[in-house]
């Protein structure tokens, strides 16, 4: 296994006040027990494992002792490590898994959380909830999403000059499911999907999961490359675009580039989904237009997450009546319809959207505003634009791998997202995506262990990866800012690991 990969799969693994190969082994014991790293499969080395999460070399060694200490792996002479046990029969594994779901399923105690950009709970929440008119909701399954919500996103879209009937809409339980969904009605495996490069990481897990084949399209300062695309789009069975506020990089598609790309795929009959989920949160400037008021074909998805909260879970699919009515019935078989008091909530959310919609972009331009000066002030070296809408900052870090900076950044109370998650084809290495919804004092905080940890971040040095001074002092003394920490490992080979049980459970 590539040591890349391996760094993906150990997500969190250095969180904590265990000694670091400690929780290394512990985190590679899950994986082996669970099945991810495969049976005799073969390890990284201890060198590349320790390049790639920034820690010594020793430190990779003592972990693989451990495991081998616990029968889980064996070092074979002139071959490397591999892995012992079998996985467990009768149970599957996500092969691809983005880190920003696993930083979801894994929270960590005082861990300041940059890989998930999601607003706060609204404080208007529970007064929106008491006034939930549900009336008469018959049984209580409804897929294409109950009367009165329809009626309300249709009434939305009207209102951006989109006259929309309710028939059009699709309910669904947030965005992530509605381009599942659209996921499973347009493509087959071996189908080619056309994304920008870099794009919304669900998106890709779910175009993967269908066994697709991404093509990815290169983006410009204003967003996908038109020539880029139409490089491409023959041979698509879907395009899937962030143009509004784009995901990650904050780019708008031009109003002149937005009408070649409808003209382009209505031309050769590929669908095109729009995604707007951003599209309402405006800072500077106009709101943008949307793809389908340039032309028909285009399929819009749009959600309640990033606006109000993500726990209503409450997303849409704008499409043709054939369209949405296929959508529809895969809908029904996913899950018999979105949760109907959730619709309800999401019908008074609708009633208050102009003011919540206010409030929200308000807080996000002064706490943008607040990071980017922050930012520029304590790593002036970091490279980014300040975007005119969405949540996000995407950031240039200079001359080094985004990744294992990620992973170092934990150590200091940071989970960060690494360029190469948001990318289609492994690009992007040297970039993080920074969001600013967190309340304004976590923004600062999170800054000033970001700045800590750059000017501890051991760098590249010849022939391999170098400590620096303040880093080997954290390995071998504990860390005093955060988390406190010590590596209680051996010189090497020639001094065994036997550490207590009680490391691992």
Not at 64 to 93: I, K, M
Not at 151 to 160: E, L, R, V
Not at 174 to 182: D, E, F, K, T, V
Not at 205 to 215: E, K, P, Q, V
Request: one cysteine or more.
């Amino acid at each position: 296994m590539h040591a890349g990969r391996l760094a993906e799969l150990l997500g969190r693994w250095s969180s904590g006040n265990e000694a670091l190969y400690l929780k290394l082994a512990a985190r590679l014991e899950a994986l082996i027990e669970r099945g991810e790293i495969p049976a005799d499969g073969r390890l990284p080395t201890e060198r590349a494992l320790a390049a790639e999460l920034a820690v010594s070399r020793n430190t990779a060694v003592a972990a693989y002792d451990v495991l081998r200490d616990h029968g889980l792996v064996e070092r074979r002479r002139g071959s490397g490590t591999f892995v012992r046990r079998p996985p467990r029969p009768g149970r599957g594994v996500v092969a691809e898994f983005n880190p920003m779901f696993l930083h979801l399923l894994d929270p960590v105690p005082d861990l300041i959380d940059l890989t998930c950009a999601a607003p706060p709970q609204p404080a208007c929440l529970p007064e929106v909830v008491a006034e939930a008119a549900l009336g008469d909701l018959g049984i209580g399954y409804h897929p294409s999403g109950i009367p009165a919500l329809r009626q309300a996103i249709a009434g939305f879209y009207a209102a951006q000059g989109l006259p929309t009937d309710p028939g059009q809409i699709v309910v669904t339980s947030g965005a992530q499911q509605a381009i599942s969904l659209l996921a499973q009605l347009f493509l087959r495996p071996g189908d080619a999907v056309a994304v920008e490069e870099l794009t919304y990481p669900g998106a890709l897990d779910a175009f993967r999961g269908s066994g697709a084949r991404i093509l990815g399209v290169p983006l410009t300062a204003d967003g996908v490359s038109v020539p880029g695309l139409a490089e491409v789009v023959a041979g698509a069975k879907l395009v899937y675009l962030v143009p509004a506020f784009q995901n990650p990089t904050g780019s708008v598609l031009p109003s002149h580039a937005a009408r070649r790309v409808v003209a382009l795929c209505e031309s050769h009959g590929v669908p095109l989904v729009d995604d707007q989920v951003l599209a309402g949160l405006t800072l500077d400037g106009p709101r943008p237009t949307p793809l389908a008021r340039h032309g028909g074909g285009v399929i819009s998805v749009g959600s309640l997450s990033k606006l109000i909260w993500g726990g209503v879970r409450i997303g849409w699919v704008r499409a043709d009546p054939r369209t949405a009515a296929d959508l529809a019935r895969l809908k029904a078989v996913a899950d018999l319809g979105t949760d109907v008091v959730a619709q309800a909530v999401g019908v008074a959310l609708f009633a208050r959207l102009d003011r919540l919609r206010a409030e929200r972009q308000c807080e996000l331009r002064e706490r943008r505003d607040q990071v980017v000066r922050d930012l520029r002030a304590a790593l002036p070296s970091w490279e980014f634009r300040t975007p005119p809408g969405g949540q996000t900052l995407w950031i240039r870090l200079p001359g080094v791998d985004s990744r294992r900076f990620a992973q170092f950044a934990l150590r200091y109370g940071v989970a960060l997202l690494e360029g190469t998650s948001l990318a289609a084809h492994e690009s992007s290495s040297e970039h993080i995506r920074v969001p600013f919804t967190l309340p304004r004092e976590a923004l600062s905080e999170a800054v000033r262990r970001l700045r800590q940890a750059w000017e501890d971040y051991p760098r590249a040095n010849g022939a391999g990866l170098a400590l620096s001074g303040a880093a080997v002092a954290d390995e071998c003394d504990g860390h005093a800012t955060f988390p406190a920490e010590r590596d209680d490992e051996p010189a090497g080979r020639g001094s065994p690991v036997r550490p207590g049980r009680e490391h691992l459970r």
